[in-house]
């Protein structure tokens, strides 16, 4: 069985879009991370068919879902995701953000282990 690795964003990313959807209603973000989950399955199994994205990062990879986009790397065992991000979202943006958070928490000590 391929393996889906979510990275901690990727999680708070899942956690903030059922908070979201639940304003409205609990069965629907039930419904909406079900099929979200269903297509990292998919995605574990087959994981070369998102889109190449190296405007964001070498090697990363997308694939949307409804209103969402699934930022993730392919494994030779299944799929790292990255991010869960809703696509009217600056995609370039947040990660660009992300990458500049990185590089200060270097340069300050506090990102390295």
């Keep these: 069985m391929p393996r889906i690795i979510k990275r ?4 708070t990313d899942l956690i ?23 297509l990292f ?23 949307p879902i409804e209103s969402h986009v699934i930022f993730y790397y392919a494994l030779d065992d299944g799929i790292d995701i990255v991010r869960v ?7 370039e943006a947040v990660f660009y953000n992300k990458r500049i958070s990185h590089f200060k928490d270097k340069l300050s000590g506090d990102g390295l282990r």
């Design 8 to 11: 901690p964003l990727a999680e």
């Design 16 to 38: 903030d879009i059922w908070l979201f959807i639940t304003e409205d209603s609990v069965i629907n973000a039930d419904a909406y991370l079900r099929r979200i989950e269903q």
């Design 41 to 63: 399955r998919v995605l574990a199994d087959q994981p070369l068919m998102g889109q190449n994205r190296t405007e964001i990062a070498d090697s990363i990879k997308s694939f």
């Design 85 to 91: 991000l809703h696509g009217a979202r600056d995609i």
